[in-house]
């Protein structure tokens, strides 16, 4: 089993900054690909950036040169730090995780923090 814990998420004015944060946690032998998505109101789940195991990064045009994907594999934990905050960046964000084991694999995920972003 796994868990995905996210926090920092919170109320920001326009042109702010927040870091979330994702820590994984159970038993599990390692993290693959770890990412970020969010859900605004009214549409779609979509992908914010991801990062390998490696430390590649990938994100969505959105967010980039704004949002910065990192992770600390020694501590299981995902962070993203978002700067020049917009109000269309208002949206619950998940945290996902490509969770290997001793036997099998889960795409798991976090219950999700909200992030509000006033103009």
């Known amino acids: 089993q796994v868990q995905l814990v996210e926090s920092g998420g919170g109320l920001v004015q326009a042109g702010g900054s927040l870091r979330l944060s994702c820590a994984a946690s159970?038993?599990?032998?390692?993290?693959?690909?770890m990412g970020w998505y969010r859900r605004a109101p009214g549409k779609q789940r979509e992908l914010v950036a991801t990062i390998t195991s490696g430390g590649s990064t990938d994100y969505a045009d959105s967010v980039k040169g704004r949002f910065t994907i990192s992770r600390d594999n020694a501590k299981n934990t995902l962070y993203l730090q978002m700067n020049s905050l917009k109000p269309e960046d208002t949206a619950v964000y998940y945290c996902?995780?490509?969770?290997?084991?001793?036997?099998?694999?889960?795409?798991?995920w976090g219950q999700g923090t909200l992030v509000t972003v006033s103009s």
């Open positions: 996902n995780a490509g969770v290997r084991f001793a036997v099998g694999a889960l795409d798991a």
């Open positions: 159970g038993r599990f032998s390692s993290i693959n690909t």
